[in-house]
C-alpha cells in the first residue's frame, strides 16, 4: 500500500473544501492545520446572508473584464483564506500552516500558480500563519514560508523595497 504523504492529504482536503465555492472565476479551498489537526476550513464565496455569484449567475469583475489579482473591492466574495481565519482563534492560527487548492470553474481543471491575494496575505501574516502549501497538480504544490512575503512586502512601491 502505497501512503499518501502529510502535505498531499491536507491539499486533498483543501480541494475537497473548495467544492464548496460559490464563485464563477476561481474556486478556492483552504484548511488551516496545527499540531497535525485541522483548525478551521474556507472555500470563497458571499458573505453569509448575500446572495452568491452562482445563485446571481452574475460576477462583477468577469462583467467589467477586470483581470485577475485587481480591483478585489468589486468582489463579492470573502476569500477562502479569509473564511479559514474569520473562524480561528489567534491562538490557533500562529505558527500553522495553511494549505489551498484553486481550480477553474468552468474546466474543473486545478490552476497551478495559484496564490493568495496581497489582501489575503495580509491576514495570512497578522494571524501568525508560519507557511502556506499551495497544490499545482494532483500531486504536486508549493511551500511559501510566510517570512518571505513580510520581507518581500509586496504593499511597498519598488523605490522603498531594500
Known sequence: M????KENY??????TVLERSTCLRRCYGAIIVKNDEI????????????KNCVD??????EAMNIPSGERYELCRSVHAEANCIIS???????????????KNPA???LIPGSTSCSMCRRLIINAGIAKVVIRDTPTEYRVVDVADWIREDDSLPEQFKK
Open 2 to 5: 502505497n501512503r499518501i504523504d
Open 107 to 109: 474546466t474543473g481543471e
Open 88 to 102: 480561528a482563534a489567534r491562538s490557533e492560527t500562529l505558527g500553522a500552516t495553511l494549505y489551498m487548492a484553486c
Open 56 to 61: 446571481l449567475s452574475f460576477c462583477t469583475r
Open 10 to 15: 491536507y491539499l486533498d482536503i483543501a480541494q
Open 39 to 50: 483548525v478551521t476550513t474556507g472555500y470563497n464565496g458571499a458573505p453569509r446572508g448575500r
